[in-house]
Structure formats: C-alpha cells, structure tokens
C-alpha cells in the first residue's frame, strides 16, 4: 500500500464517521471523542513505528490499522449508547465486519487487508490469541497506540467536571470510595486486571494502571514514562489503603524496567550537558 492509499481510507473513515452525527450536544461528545481518539492513535502509531524502526510499507499497514481500530465504535455507540463491551457489542469484532461488509480495504493486497482485519478484530482482546508472527507483531504495535492515547483520553475525563465529560468515556461506572479488594493481588502478579473484576471508577484506573504490564515496545514504555501517566493516574486514586499499595507496586515495577532507567539517565545526561564554549 502507499501513502495515498492512506490518506484515501482516511477520508473515507472520516465520511462514515460523520454519517453517526448525533443531534444532542451531550451524545455527540462521545462521537466526537473516538474520532480524536482515533487521530490520536494514528499519530502515537507513528511515533511507535519510528522508535521500533518498521519499513515504510510496514508503517502504513500499522497506522491504517490505528486509523480503523474503533471502526465498530460508532455503531455501537448508535445503537446501544455505550462503550461498555460487557453490555452491549464487542466493538473490535463489529469493526472487523464492517470493514468487511463495507470492502473499506479495496485495492490493498490481501495480505495487508488480513494483518488490519485481524488487529481491528483483536485489538480489544484480554490476551493476544494465537496468530502467525506476523499478524501478532501488527496486533501488538496497535494495542500499545491504542493504549498510550487511552491514557491520555481517561485522565482527562477524570479532570473534568461531569456536565462536559464525553460520559461514555467512564462506562456509566460509579465514582466507589476505595478499590476491589479481587484487584489487588492481580496487579502485585504483575497481570492486566480483566475488565470483568471492575466496578467503580477507582477499579478502572487502577485497571487503566494494570496495562503497563501489558506493554509491548520499548518505544511504547517510553513514551508512557515520559508522559507521566503512571504518576496522574495515581494521583486520581485513593491515597491509602489497599489501592495505594497497588499503585506502589505498579510505580516500583515502571521504575525497576531496565530500559526506562537507561532512557531517563540518557535524557538527564542530555539535559546536563553544557553548551561547547567557542
Ligand atoms: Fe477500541
């Protein structure tokens, strides 16, 4: 595929985004935030492709399929007025067959068609299924741009007052004082806690938190680190209790990871450096 194949989908993406137009301010807030979601990814799938130095040809492949992962959003969002998979649809298997029944992806190779069908399909999967090499290396580049505006999306929605949230962002959960105590030992296992053990706010950011061990680039890591996301994150939950020691031992295994160390010390040299004296 080549550029103007992309830029192509593109358009198109963004014209049957706009036949989900929703009359009511408050609904098409939600609209509206998977369509900046979706750019988002577009550009941090950019910046993965950079940092884990992909081909050109491979790099397009990456970003058509950020740019149609939450294809099946809009839908869901239409017909059953929520984000919550648990209660309505699962959005990436309803994205892959509208693509599909939409032939979105005519004229790419069929090759190319099957690794972005199979990553719209699975990007949302608790755990990577079992797939050729190849399909698993394209699923994982969009799971972690996915991942990396996701935060970004939800500690906004966190600052927000609750009259301009896009309200479907948060699940319809309830705020909840502290956190699950099932979540816990799932984190100190260093596991992605499965959306099934969520129910307030508090458990999905920690659940939000949890995805760091779920990262699959180095790029990825850093750019989560450099965000500080780790760090807004645990500051929208519980200061004691057993959510704090969650978060302790999230913060504790971001730190202790090898390469994030090697990168914040490379930076601060960087920093410190002073400018050569002619
Ligand atoms: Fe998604």
Same mark, same amino acid.
């Given at each position: 595929? &080549?550029?103007?194949?992309?830029?192509?989908?593109?358009?198109?993406?963004?014209?049957?985004?706009? &036949?989900?137009?929703?009359?009511?301010?408050?609904?098409? %807030?939600?609209?509206?935030?998977?369509?900046?979601?979706?750019?988002?990814?577009?550009?941090?799938?950019?910046?993965?492709?950079?940092?884990?130095?992909?081909?050109?040809k491979?790099?397009? #492949?990456?970003?058509?399929?950020?740019?149609?992962?939450?294809?099946?959003?809009?839908?869901?969002?239409?017909?059953? %007025?929520?984000?919550?998979?648990?209660?309505?649809?699962?959005?990436?298997?309803?994205? @892959?067959?509208?693509?599909?029944?939409?032939?979105?992806?005519?004229?790419? *190779?069929?090759? =190319?068609? *099957?690794?972005?069908?199979?990553?719209?399909?699975?990007? $949302? @999967?608790?755990?990577i299924?079992?797939?050729?090499r190849?399909?698993?290396?394209?699923?994982?580049?969009?799971?972690?741009?996915?991942?990396?505006?996701?935060?970004?999306?939800?500690?906004?929605? +966190?600052?927000?007052?609750?009259?301009s949230?896009?309200? @479907? !962002?948060?699940?319809?959960?309830?705020?909840?004082?502290? /956190?699950?105590a =099932?979540?816990?030992?799932?984190i100190?296992?260093?596991? /992605?806690?499965?959306?099934?053990? /969520?129910?307030?706010?508090?458990?999905?950011?920690?659940?939000?938190?949890?995805? /760091? +061990?779920?990262? $699959?680039?180095?790029?990825?890591?850093?750019? +989560?680190?450099?965000?500080?996301?780790?760090?807004?994150? !645990?500051?929208?939950?519980?200061?004691?209790? =057993?959510?704090?020691?969650?978060?302790?031992? #999230?913060?504790?295994?971001?730190?202790?990871?090898? +390469? &994030?160390?090697?990168?914040?010390?490379?930076?601060k040299?960087?920093?410190?450096?002073?400018?050569?004296?002619?």
């Amino acid at each position: 595929m &080549t550029e103007e194949d992309f830029a192509r989908l593109k358009g198109r993406f963004l014209k049957y985004v706009r &036949t989900y137009r929703m009359g009511d301010p408050s609904e098409q %807030r939600n609209i509206a935030l998977k369509r900046t979601h979706t750019l988002n990814v577009c550009r941090d799938m950019g910046f993965i492709c950079r940092g884990e130095g992909l081909d050109e040809k491979d790099a397009l #492949i990456a970003r058509t399929a950020a740019l149609l992962h939450d294809t099946g959003r809009f839908p869901q969002y239409a017909k059953f %007025r929520t984000f919550d998979d648990r209660t309505s649809i699962n959005h990436g298997l309803i994205g @892959a067959e509208v693509l599909l029944k939409e032939r979105f992806l005519e004229g790419l *190779s069929r090759s =190319e068609q *099957s690794l972005i069908i199979r990553s719209v399909k699975y990007h $949302n @999967a608790y755990a990577i299924p079992r797939l050729d090499r190849r399909a698993v290396f394209f699923l994982k580049l969009l799971r972690d741009a996915d991942k990396l505006d996701i935060w970004k999306v939800m500690l906004q929605y +966190f600052a927000q007052p609750a009259q301009s949230r896009a309200a @479907a !962002a948060g699940l319809g959960l309830p705020e909840g004082a502290d /956190v699950s105590a =099932e979540i816990i030992p799932v984190i100190l296992e260093n596991r /992605v806690v499965p959306i099934a053990l /969520v129910k307030s706010l508090n458990d999905y950011k920690l659940l939000l938190l949890s995805w /760091v +061990f779920g990262i $699959n680039f180095k790029t990825t890591f850093r750019l +989560f680190s450099g965000r500080h996301y780790a760090r807004d994150l !645990a500051s929208c939950l519980p200061q004691t209790g =057993e959510g704090r020691r969650a978060v302790l031992h #999230i913060e504790d295994f971001v730190s202790s990871c090898a +390469f &994030t160390k090697k990168e914040l010390g490379k930076r601060k040299r960087k920093r410190n450096k002073k400018p050569v004296q002619k």
